[in-house]
């Protein structure tokens, strides 16, 4: 109750200091985190982890590793009449470690408002305020000390965007922590610090003549300047976003690192840096949406089809090169050096949740729960302190999560991604409501623009139980749309990259108050249309068997080698659990399975296959450095 008064009060004063905001094209709606109370024991412990650990963490990682000083010293700098003589130090993108935990912090206050956590924010953005130069230009690299500036920023602004400077991506996450800050408290003084910063860009660059015609050599602001638009209703703001997306391959920068090798309508393969090319291709998807412009969206169903049939981990991670920390060759998924960045991971998901938003097909929600559940959890440890950069599928004991890094665009992307993952459980169209993640929750949002309020009870993700119930229908007849996963299905993923190889069926239930239904499935979706009525349940059943993966053929790595999955979780084999070394271990090509419960590890079910034990890969490495693998040798 207190939150849906809270809800309604952020409501009321967003109304009062909106600009006009304009809906954000996708065919379908999301149902925002805001309206998302996630009542489950698995991901209420991450959220719970989240708000007491990971974000505190990153907060006072920010303060101790001189992240706020960079913007002490730019406004001591700019009130200078000499050059003060500060070293620009770490990385040219610290700033943005400060706007990702804020953005983290401010999805928390949506569900857990916490005046003392709203104070220190407020704290910390008088600090940001005062870095900014008096014509929104914001980026301590170079504020710091214009004469010498970090040396990826060159000597003027701009010059070095489209390599290291990393202008243009501060300005991304500043935005995105900002809306976020905004919509959780309906102060604008993130969020004006943040326009005056787009402003500034937006009057540099651009296609008139005498603008600069650059783009950003990391993605990420064409998501956030396209989501500006939908806050602000200002159409120069999707303008610039668009602008940056029809610019790639088409300025002076032209490679593969950052997507820019060619114009995107001409691009069919995933290249270059992972994560900048997951954030590029969501920004596409989010211009696309908003403009109806077909040739981008005909470009990313290219990618995403060479991402899920030729480069992405049985995890949904990818990156498989620390190279460039990029996309390979096709087929080319190395285990032990896969690269796996877990920003790559958190990319896969906001990419993949764009083509459902464009689509509607449950494929995207296939790979986006696959990439949840293991490729982003590895990211971080149970206890939310420590993090994974690179996630291998295979290690030789060398690997160990750590708590913060130089880089630490890792940990705070977790910052922000674990608070937001409400908002992936459902979505609305004209009459129809999306389950897209079965995650216990209660849930308001309107159908046919009338209040409907549903709540779930999952055993997910160690069982395949679900009950949803419907507690409040103002809406008539509509449909539920409930996904039933790829595993349930027989596909691993949509593509021949992974298959299963097992002679198990599964299947699955579905009864609307006790009696069982049947249905054809719509793109992966079992529909009940009816008049709901307060008090209606459906109930799923998922057969969740553990099942043997087989990669294709051209995986080299996994050649000879099955992996263990059941339900959406990857299992591996770790040295605590079992009594040879894991490079010795091997299965037979039908093992007999054995499932036990624990309680270990914050709760798992454990797999025990032809006396190899295996645990959930995203659980791995919370005991001291050791061997893990997840495909593991077919004995002859
Ligand atoms: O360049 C900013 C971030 O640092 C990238 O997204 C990560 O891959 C790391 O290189
Ligand atoms: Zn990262």
Request: net charge negative; glycine share 8%.
């Amino acid at each position: 109750m207190k939150k849906l008064l809270f809800c309604a009060l952020v409501s009321l004063a967003l109304t009062a200091v909106s600009c006009k905001s304009v809906s954000h094209g996708y065919p379908i709606d999301p149902v925002p985190f805001t309206a998302v109370e996630v009542t489950d024991d698995f991901w209420g412990g991450r959220l719970q982890a989240s708000r007491e650990v990971t974000i505190p963490l990153a907060f006072s990682k920010c303060e101790e590793s001189g992240r706020y000083l960079n913007f002490e010293r730019a406004a001591q700098q700019m009130h200078a009449d000499h050059n003060l003589g500060f070293k620009v130090t770490g990385c040219s993108f610290d700033d943005t470690d400060v706007y990702k935990t804020i953005e983290g912090a401010s999805y928390l206050l949506q569900t857990y408002p916490d005046p003392a956590l709203e104070a220190y924010i407020d704290s910390v953005l008088v600090i940001v305020a005062a870095a900014q130069e008096p014509d929104g230009y914001l980026y301590t690299a170079r504020t710091q000390n214009p004469e010498h500036p970090h040396e990826w920023a060159g000597p003027e602004r701009w010059v070095k965007v489209e390599e290291l400077s990393h202008e243009f991506y501060n300005l991304g996450h500043m935005l995105e922590g900002a809306i976020a800050h905004y919509q959780a408290t309906g102060k604008r003084t993130f969020l004006d610090i943040a326009m005056r910063y787009a402003d500034c860009i937006c009057e540099a660059v651009g296609p008139k003549e005498g603008q600069l015609k650059l783009v950003p050599g990391h993605a990420i602001a064409e998501m956030a300047l396209a989501k500006l638009y939908t806050v602000t209703g200002k159409r120069k703001y999707l303008d610039q976003a668009k602008f940056f997306v029809d610019m790639r391959g088409r300025t002076s920068r032209v490679d593969a690192y950052s997507q820019a090798h060619k114009p995107l309508v001409e691009q069919d393969e995933a290249v270059g840096h992972a994560v900048r090319a997951g954030y590029f291709y969501s920004g596409v998807a989010d211009v696309a949406a908003l403009t109806g412009e077909q040739s981008y969206i005909d470009a990313i169903d290219r990618i995403w089809d060479n991402i899920v049939s030729k480069k992405m981990y049985i995890t949904g991670g990818v990156g498989s090169t620390s190279s460039g920390e990029a996309f390979g060759r096709n087929y080319e998924l190395p285990n032990a050096t896969a690269y796996c960045e877990t920003c790559a991971a958190i990319a896969n998901v906001y990419v993949n949740y764009r083509m459902f938003l464009l689509h509607g097909d449950s494929k995207y929600y296939d790979v986006l729960e696959r990439t949840l559940y293991n490729g982003v959890l590895s990211g971080v440890s149970l206890d939310g302190g420590t993090f994974f950069y690179p996630n291998p599928l295979a290690s030789d004991g060398r690997h160990a999560r750590q708590s913060w890094f130089g880089c630490a665009c890792c940990p705070s992307n977790i910052c922000r991604f674990i608070p937001s993952v409400p908002g992936y459980i459902y979505a609305v169209k004209d009459d129809a409501l999306y389950v897209n993640l079965y995650i216990s929750d209660r849930m308001e949002t309107r159908v046919k623009n009338r209040p409907v309020t549903v709540s779930q009870v999952s055993a997910y993700p160690w069982e395949g139980y679900t009950a949803i119930c419907i507690d409040e229908n103002k809406a008539g007849s509509f449909t539920l749309k409930l996904r039933i996963p790829g595993w349930v299905r027989g596909q691993v993923v949509p593509s021949d990259l992974y298959s299963y190889a097992d002679d198990v069926q599964t299947g699955y239930t579905v009864k609307v108050n006790g009696e069982a239904v049947s249905a054809e499935l719509d793109h992966g979706y079992f529909c009940i249309t009816r008049d709901w009525r307060p008090g209606d349940s459906v109930e799923l059943d998922f057969d969740m068997e553990p099942r043997v993966v087989r990669a294709h053929e051209a995986v080299e790595a996994d050649r000879g080698r099955i992996a263990i999955e059941r339900g959406p979780i990857v299992y591996c084999a770790e040295w605590p659990d079992n009594d040879q070394p894991v490079h010795e271990l091997s299965l037979s090509a039908a093992p007999h399975f054995e499932l036990t419960r624990s309680e270990d590890l914050h709760g798992i079910e454990r797999i025990q296959a032809d006396g190899v034990s295996m645990i959930p890969y995203y659980a791995w490495a919370h005991r001291g450095r050791g061997e893990m693998a997840v495909w593991i040798p077919v004995a002859e």
